[in-house]
């Protein structure tokens, strides 16, 4: 059995497999916009790996998280664009 | 302070801090990854890797090796002292001599719709798919370039990916070529049949390249030259780049030559810098063989077994995998075409929102930044800078700390070590 952790995600709890990244978290539950561009286009990840930077979003108050890099953890809360 | 600090632990990190403690010194990886392994060994979990990778690992832990993951350089102060990003506070690590192994990311080129959530990079998928994303049912087309598309096929088949298309930009003569150039490596050939035995259903085309995506909020249409003909394909993810680039920034940060966008080595692998060394794939493209032989050659270099790396078989077998990342290269040069998809109305600079019709090609990379602003956005450039040096011919970015844009809080704790 994968062991499970509880994410909240714009406010509503999701839970996720422990030993996923943020990104493939997100990814899994439907979100699409991880940010938003100048014209509010969504944007999300690109390559996986840290270096595009598409993939921020808000982890527990702080912004600018790359959700590519980030382990998931029982209770984070995260905002994204939608 | 340790005797040898590595930064990256992919396969060539890995080889030389083993390299290193076998001889007895003390030696320390640091990654911003989540675990050991790199690009091509990413995983959740250990037990899902390969069995030389995971005896790599394995080893390196056995002699002591003590592999920091989460942690990410982001400032050299000195070939002697790094600063470092570690869960959330930074710290500064001090060591005798300093191995790069910071291996090498994605040309990402743009293209009509590339900046729709949905469309990701082809070792970027891979990458995902490592991390846990589920493609269960996902429709999904493959448009890259050179031996990285197909494990990538394979993995996308095997995280359940309903794969529509696998395109090779490079022409059927040139892919042909390199083929043959294989025959003597049969074991890379072989692998090669057993990936593409796993995404056996999907078609794979030659001389054929992504041309648009389309959707709303998210890709749902590939456009694609297949062969000559455009053809479009409903789908829910696209995964394409052109190739990879060795990722030199921190070796930038130290001085350290780099020669066509790769970290220039000598023999033993050391840079132009004192006391640093660099393998894999920041000194050029060439695989995870390669980049084994490269760290073992460092790693005794680093600690001062110069006979050791000088050894003749590890020096033969570094020259034979430089060769092959030449032959690499050739046979996968990003095509002509690839380099004119974006119209007037493709966002160029993925950070700043910077369009094709902003820039014009004869500026130099500066005028450019100063004008528009291109590069200037988080990525510092990782992607467009990329991309204008390919379509423009502008000189590479250069790489300025901190890399990797810490968070407040990162920056805070920073301010508080230092502070008297
Ligand atoms: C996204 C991607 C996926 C790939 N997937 C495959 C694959 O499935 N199969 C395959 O054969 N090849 C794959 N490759 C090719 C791969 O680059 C090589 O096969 C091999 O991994 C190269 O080994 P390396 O040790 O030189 O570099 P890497 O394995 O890339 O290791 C470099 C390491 O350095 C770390 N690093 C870089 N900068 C910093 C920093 N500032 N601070 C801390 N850590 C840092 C990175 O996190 C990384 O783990 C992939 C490449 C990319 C870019
Ligand atoms: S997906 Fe590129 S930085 Fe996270």
Partial sequence: MTPYVTITV????????????????????????????????????????????????????????????????????????? | MVDVLVVGAGPAGLSAAIAVAERGKRVLVLDQGLRPGGQIWRHRQLASLPPHARAMIERALALGVVIANDARVVDAISPNELVIAFRGRIDR??????????????RLLPFP?????????????????????????????????????????ATAVAAGADLLLVAEQASRGAVLGFGTSLLAKPEALLQAA????????????????????????????????????????????????????????????LGCTTVDGAVD??????????????????????????????????????????????????????????MFGRRLARAFAAREELLQLATD??????????RRRDVDPTWTQRQ????????MGECQGAVCGTACTAMFGWAANVARPPLGAPTVGEWGEELRNTAP
């Fill in chain 2, 194 to 253: 057993k990936y593409r035995a796993v995404f056996r259903k999907a078609p794979f085309h030659t001389g054929s390249w992504i041309t648009a995506a389309e959707g709303f909020g998210h890709v749902q249409r590939a456009v694609v030259n297949v062969r000559g003909k455009s053809v479009t394909f409903d789908c829910d993810w696209v995964a394409t780049s052109a190739g990879l680039v060795p990722s030199t920034e921190l070796a930038q940060i």
């Fill in chain 2, 265 to 322: 080595v000598d023999d033993m692998q050391g840079t132009s810098v004192g006391g640093v060394w660099a393998i894999g794939e920041c000194t050029g493209v060439k695989g995870d063989l390669a980049a084994i032989t490269e760290g073992e050659i460092a790693g005794r270099a680093a600690v001062g077994d110069v006979d050791g790396a000088r050894a003749g078989s590890l020096q033969r077998r570094r020259n034979r995998g430089r």
């Fill in chain 2, 345 to 354: 109305d493709t966002i160029i600079c993925r950070c700043e929102d910077v």
């Fill in chain 2, 93 to 106: 690590q001090p060591t005798r001599a300093l191995i790069l192994a910071t291996g090498a990311r994605e």
């Fill in chain 2, 368 to 375: 450019a930044k100063l004008w528009t602003r291109v590069g």
């Fill in chain 1, 10 to 82: 714009n406010g509503v709890p999701h839970p996720v497999a422990a030993d996923i990244t943020l990104a493939a978290a997100l990814l899994n539950i439907g979100v699409t916009a991880f940010r938003r561009d100048l014209d509010g286009l969504a944007r999300g990840p690109v390559c996986g790996m840290g270096t595009c930077f598409e993939c921020r979003v808000v982890v527990d108050g702080i912004a600018n998280v790359r959700a590519c890099l980030a382990p998931v953890r029982d209770g984070m809360s995260i905002e994204s664009s939608a």
């Fill in chain 2, 113 to 153: 719709g590339w900046t729709l959530p949905g469309v990701v990079g082809v070792g970027g998928l891979q990458a995902l798919i490592k991390s846990g994303v589920s493609l269960a049912g996902a429709r999904v087309v493959i448009c890259g370039t050179g031996p990285l598309l197909f494990p990538v096929a």
